[in-house]
């Protein structure tokens, strides 16, 4: 049977969790798995069992938002939540959803805004994108389906304004069926333009 953690790996995990947040907010680490690394290292913590969860690091990144972000988060995150509305209703067609941390509340002044986007082929999104005359790079994603499974899917980057838009693109069926959260696992949160409008509404 595997032995629990005990107080001391439960508060290295704290120290650990509160630095890899700390990591992610002011040097724009956005991978979890990157930010926590760093954060043992900088801890000389080598114990497995004082690692934190995903979710756990997302929970303290949002409680130093909360304490130290102030006005400038607030400003911040509505840039991002504009951005992300407008490149929703440019590619609207494809009925776009707004993931991630710009969706959670939890995005720093380096984060982008990250989109779902369905379609039939990629060349369709693709297409889209020039009709507008907006220029992009594509490349290719590794995704966890709630099931285990990993697919690789297409993405589509370009600029809004001066924020980066990383839309990964799906089959039609893939409404139905969202990707695990990278944070805890679970089906991952999507909004809809209306949503997204409604948040921005609030921080008016």
Do not use: C, W
Request: aromatic letters at 6%; charged letters at 30%; glycine letters at 6%.
């Amino acid at each position: 049977m595997a032995r629990k953690p005990g107080p001391r790996a439960n508060h290295l995990r704290t120290l650990i969790a509160q630095e890899a947040a700390r990591i992610i907010r002011e040097q724009g680490v956005k991978d979890y798995f990157i930010a926590k690394k760093k954060a043992a290292t900088r801890l000389d913590v080598f114990d497995r069992n004082a690692l934190p969860s995903n979710a756990e690091i997302a929970e303290a990144l949002g409680e130093q938002q909360r304490l130290f972000g102030g006005d400038d988060h607030v400003e911040s995150l509505t840039g991002l939540r504009r951005a992300a509305r407008e490149s929703m209703r440019l590619l609207h067609a494809f009925e776009p959803r707004l993931v991630g941390p710009v969706l959670e509340g939890t995005a720093t002044p380096h984060s982008e805004v990250s989109l779902h986007l369905f379609a039939d082929t990629p060349e369709a999104v693709a297409l889209g994108l020039m009709s507008q005359g907006i220029p992009f790079d594509s490349a290719e994603r590794r995704v966890r389906m709630r099931d285990g499974r990993y697919v690789y899917l297409p993405v589509f980057r370009f600029i809004a304004g001066d924020v980066d838009v990383d839309a990964t693109v799906f089959s039609p069926l893939g409404l139905r069926e969202p990707p695990a959260s990278p944070v805890d696992g679970r089906p991952m949160r999507r909004a809809r333009l209306a949503e997204v409008e409604a948040l921005l509404e609030e921080a008016v």
